[in-house]
């Protein structure tokens, strides 16, 4: 199975900050490479896809960079809404497998 | 707009078998792969297996003995079925719709969830 890697596993950020949240994959997994929000008793929200296409409906301020095992989600200016857990999603290679998740806190 | 929407008994006993139904609405279930995905309470999420309206299916190896998935496309309705149900079985079970796109593969929409707790 391909280990996906997050850091960090939570961190603290004020409104207006920019996040940068990184993902590493075990093996190269080209850019098949997602990342999702996911807030309380919700169901996940996909962000980006392809490593760095914006979903459609998502902010601008959400980016996604890197191919191959590294990859970082950046959040350009942190919203009271973008407080949630990130995860990140290897579709590369069956098991598709998931990041352990990053906590984002006011 | 496509919507998935899980549902199927919320307390399941040890070493029984859980079934969910995953209902797609908004549009046609063919021609498309769908997931099913577990998060316990506090923890990540996991890839349980996949299925198209074919029939072809691909299960977690750490799993697989214990799944199966079926469709009915006449229901616009999709199964998973695991047995020897535990304790450790017990989380949110989502579905999603998986799309494949040149050098990607997202999955999009998701239900919103069904949580299954495994207990007598």
């Known amino acids: 199975d391909i280990q996906m890697t997050q850091s960090p596993s939570s961190l603290s950020a004020s409104v207006g900050d920019r996040v940068t949240i990184t993902c590493r994959a075990s093996?190269?997994?080209?850019?098949?490479l997602n990342w999702y929000q996911q807030k309380p008793g919700k169901a996940p929200k996909l962000l980006i896809y392809?490593?760095?296409s914006l979903q459609s409906g998502v902010p601008s301020r959400f980016s996604g960079s890197g191919s191959g095992t590294d990859f970082t989600l950046t959040i350009s200016s942190l919203q009271p809404e973008d407080f949630a857990t990130y995860y990140c999603?290897?579709?590369?290679?069956?098991?598709?497998?998931f990041g352990q998740g990053t906590k984002v806190e006011i | 707009q496509v919507q998935l929407q899980e549902s199927g008994p919320g307390l399941v006993k040890p070493s029984e078998t859980l079934s969910l139904t995953c209902t797609v609405s908004?549009?046609?279930?063919?021609?498309?792969?769908y997931s099913w995905i577990r998060q316990p309470a506090g923890k990540g999420l996991e890839w349980i297996g996949r299925?198209?309206?074919?029939?072809?299916?691909n299960y977690n190896p750490s799993l697989k003995s214990r799944v199966s998935m079926s469709v009915d496309t006449s229901k616009n309705q999709f199964s998973l079925k695991l047995s020897s149900v535990t304790a450790a079985d017990t989380a949110v079970y989502y579905c999603?719709?998986?799309?494949?796109?040149?050098?990607?593969?997202?999955?999009?929409?998701w239900g919103q969830g069904t949580l299954v707790t495994v207990s007598s």
């Open positions: 392809a490593a760095s």
């Open positions: 999603q290897q579709t590369y290679s069956i098991p598709w497998t």
């Open positions: 299925f198209y309206t074919d029939g072809s299916t």
């Open positions: 999603a719709r998986e799309e494949d796109m040149v050098r990607a593969r997202r999955f999009d929409p």
């Open positions: 908004g549009g046609s279930i063919n021609n498309y792969y």
């Open positions: 093996q190269s997994i080209s850019t098949y």
